[in-house]
Each structure stands twice: as structure tokens, then as C-alpha cells.
């Protein structure tokens, strides 16, 4: 049996269709309106019924086959599939799977910021950072949880200032602001804020002392730590 389309909206750019093609079929899917067993729709038809081009369809079925939510069967069509019973909850696991992309972005930015910061920082930087990472002892002494996070954030942004580099800077407050939701579901993992914020004042230290190794060192321990408690309770809960 083929699914019948419900009432469809979109528009936007073209990687921001992607996305709402895929949240389109994945409510229908989640719904039950496309049932497990049942047959998509034809990608013509999708198309036409989306306002879409066909590369947008492709790219948002690649997705959902990729989450386990269909299957493509060559010269046939495309079926919902049954998602087994032992598997994550899907908002879960793409949480989970965000927070792992966005630790590996904010690698490769950081420790450039913070090697920077140690070369470059003048003195209204360093009092930036200083009292950016000791507002955010304060507030997580007090659980203040969104506080928390704004010191938090304002103690990057202060060492991305410090890099001198306005490109890298803006490159990463742009980065901190689209994923500020991530810093959120960071300081929800037990014990996770406590032990960073010993590493935070450590590279605090660093950069006042100009020491750029000691910094990068010190922001890679954060970050790889942060990385292997996610995986930690993620594994746990499997």
C-alpha cells in the first residue's frame, strides 16, 4: 500500500529544503500517517506535492535510510520500516550524535584560539577571562544553570577576543551562538561542569602566563574528556 501525502509547506534555500523535507517525512513517518510496511510515495510525486527538485528529495531519503526509517528497494520503491524495540529513541540518539559533531568542530577551533590567546592577549583580555571563568565558579557553586552557561560561553568567546585573529573569532562566535543549545545539554551530564571548571581555570593560567603549548594542552584535555563521557553514558545506556 502507498502512502497518501498529507498537506505540505516548504520553503527556503536549498540545504535549509533538505532539512524540511526530511522533518516533513520524518513527522509523517513518526505519526503513523506513513505506516511501518507501507510504500513512500514516488519521488515524482514527492516532488511535485514538496515543490522540491529531485536532489533535495534524494538527499532527505538518504537521511531517513540512514536513521534506519526506510528502505530502498532497487526498481521497487521506498518502505517504512519498524524501528527495533531495542534501539534509542531517535530525538536521542540525533542529540547525542549532534553533540559529537559539534565537539569535533569546536576542536579545531579552540585549540587555535587558545594557542592565540597565549601569544596575543593583552591585558583587558586577560581580565576578561579571569572574570568570565570566575563567574562561572560562582554560578556553578549557586546552580544557576543558565548563568552558568553565559560565564561559560563568555570565557571562550573572551580567549577567541584574545586570538587577535577577527576572522577566527568571528568565525567562532558564530559557531557558539547557532550551537549554544549543545553547551546546554553538556552541563546536564553529571559531574561533567565540576570537573571542567578546574581544566577552565587551568587554561586561564595558561594564557596569562603565555604559555601556547600548556593552553592547547590543557583545551584538548577539556574537550577529549567532555567527548569520552558522552560516549561513556551513551555506551552505559546501550
Known amino acids: 500500500m502507498t502512502s497518501t501525502l498529507p498537506p505540505a509547506s516548504l520553503s527556503g534555500r536549498r540545504q535549509s529544503l533538505v532539512n524540511q523535507v526530511l522533518d516533513y517525512l520524518q513527522q509523517q513517518i513518526v505519526s503513523g500517517a506513513f505506516s511501518v510496511g ?8 514527492l516532488m511535485a506535492h514538496l515543490t522540491v527538485g529531485r536532489s533535495t528529495v534524494r538527499e532527505a531519503m538518504q ?4 536513521m534506519g526509517l526506510v528502505e530502498v528497494r532497487a526498481g521497487d520503491g521506498t518502505y517504512v520500516c519498524a524501528p527495533q524495540p531495542e534501539t534509542e529513541p531517535l530525538g536521542q540518539r540525533l542529540r547525542r550524535a549532534k553533540i559529537f559533531e559539534v565537539y569535533e568542530v569546536r576542536h579545531t577551533l579552540e585549540l587555535e584560539c587558545a594557542r592565540l590567546a597565549a601569544q596575543r592577549r ?3 583580555d586577560l581580565a576578561r ?14 546552580r544557576q544553570e543558565q548563568a552558568f552557561i553565559d560565564a561559560d560561553l563568555a570565557f571562550h568567546s573572551a580567549i577567541a577576543d584574545a ?23 553538556a552541563s546536564e551530564i553529571p559531574g561533567l561542569s565540576e ?35 558522552f560516549r561513556q553514558l551513551l555506551h552505559n545506556e546501550e
Open 122 to 124: 593583552d591585558e583587558q
Open 163 to 185: 586570538s587577535k585573529n577577527t576572522v577566527l573569532a568571528d568565525l567562532y562566535h558564530a559557531f557558539i551562538t547557532v550551537h549554544r543549545e549543545t553547551w546546554t545539554q
Open 129 to 142: 577571562i579571569q572574570q568570565a571563568v570566575q563567574q562561572r565558579r560562582e554560578f556553578l557553586a549557586t
Open 195 to 229: 570537573q571542567g571548571q578546574i581544566v577552565h581555570e587551568q587554561i586561564a593560567e595558561a594564557i596569562e602566563q603565555c604559555d601556547p603549548q600548556r593552553a592547547q594542552h590543557l583545551v584538548e584535555r577539556l574537550l577529549s574528556e567532555s567527548t569520552d563521557r
Open 63 to 66: 537521511v531517513l535510510a540512514h
Open 38 to 45: 507501507s510504500k513512500l510515495p514516488a519521488e515524482s510525486e
